[in-house]
């Protein structure tokens, strides 16, 4: 019986061009070149793209091919190699690491997302450009209809990542968290621990009852993409609690203390 052997790297570095040798063999992995071989590839990688096309094997020639491959999730992975007309048996290389890269910029999950690092796309800087890479699910604090609630606290959770969304744990650097909210609180500047941390955050500002649309930004200065600006985040008033008389001259001011000037 004629088998597939798959022979990968070691390791490779997320992002980067790697190499599968593939050799027809016996059962005891002398090389066999008696007949051709078409054969399709995938890896275990969920982020990467996937080699184009088939590749041949000929008969009385090398008896080998290569495939070329780019892996981005830094973790585990291997290579699977099929036959497509599936007489040769199919074969899975043996397990081998794809490592992060040094940190290039910063990654924000809002309560309702989670991390998916690999994932496009790769475009750095979050709104509005890119707002789904390198996570899975959509901002939401609570378990109704609202997305969130004015006066109450939340926590996100900021990451230092490669350019292909994965943490890289090396980093100890300092950001910071602002809001387009006038009146928020619990923002400031933390550094990241093992490329990471928490920050909580409170807004305060409703205008409309229906919802009032508000941004994160998280910035650095060690990084060479300095911020990060999350999707829009809608916030809703808080519970109905007590009446707001305006005098004369008096406006409005929500978020605030007083709630008028």
Known sequence: NTVCRVRTPTSANAGGIATATVRTVDM??????????????????????????TLQILPLVTGSTVYHFSPVTAGTHTVNIRDTSEVVSPSTSAVFTVNGRSATRLLVLLPGETLNKGKSPYAAGGSPANETGGKDGTPDGEAGAEQ????????????????????????????????????????????LINGTTTFDFTLYTAVDYNGTGYKLTMTTSALDNPSYITPLINFKPNTLTKLRMRGPGESRLPGTTAGKY
């Open 28 to 53: 005891y992995w002398n090389l066999n070149i008696s007949s051709a071989v078409t054969l399709d590839s995938d890896t275990s990688d969920p982020n990467d793209t996937e080699p184009a096309g």
């Open 148 to 191: 969130f609630i004015a006066g109450r606290t939340y926590k996100l959770t900021v990451y230092a990542t490669d350019d292909n969304w994965n943490p890289d744990a090396s980093y100890n650097g300092g950001a910071s968290l602002s809001s387009t909210d006038t009146y928020a609180s619990n923002l400031g500047a933390k550094n």
